[in-house]
């Protein structure tokens, strides 16, 4: 499980460091790829895996399920650490993501999300709005 929020610079090859107890549980490979908001979302290999199989579970029939995964797959890119613990971010992802000199990082449960410091500070304060409705909506408190 990622939760936290952490705040890293890029480097000037565009590679950025996730934190150390993130890596631990990322230490095979990793899957980045566009978040459906402005963000870049990494999914360590096993849950990408089980997004994947749940995904091809689904009628391709469907086209709407065609562009889902044309969205989700074709945006997609394997990585690995380097010795210092950083990722590169292919600049496709980065520019989709309004990703400058400094990245936001965020455990979201089963998956990391990348955000620009501007964009990151709009959505936490709607998500923040928002979280006491939506429980209410699943019938917590």
């Known amino acids: 499980m990622f939760f936290g ?6 480097d000037d090859k565009g590679r ?16 980045l790829t566009k978040g459906t908001e402005k963000c870049i979302r990494i999914f360590p290999l096993a849950e ?6 749940e995904l091809s579970s689904k009628a391709v029939t469907s ?18 650490f380097d010795k210092q613990g950083r990722i590169g971010l292919p600049l496709q992802l980065r520019l989709h993501a309004e990703i400058g000199d ?14 620009s410091e501007d964009l990151w ?14 429980l209410e909506g699943m019938g917590g408190s």
Do not use: C, H, T
């Open 102 to 115: 400094s990245v936001v990082v965020v455990g979201v449960n089963q998956s990391v999300e990348l955000w």
């Open 63 to 80: 086209a709407s399920q065609r562009k889902l995964n044309r969205a989700i797959f074709g945006s997609a890119f394997s990585a690995a």
């Open 48 to 53: 990408w895996k089980r997004l994947a199989d």
């Open 16 to 31: 950025v460091p996730l934190p150390p107890k993130f890596r631990r549980d990322m230490r095979d490979a990793i899957v």
């Open 121 to 134: 500070k709009q959505e936490k304060q709607a998500s923040e709005e928002q979280a006491e409705q939506i």
């Open 5 to 10: 929020e952490y705040v890293y610079k890029l």
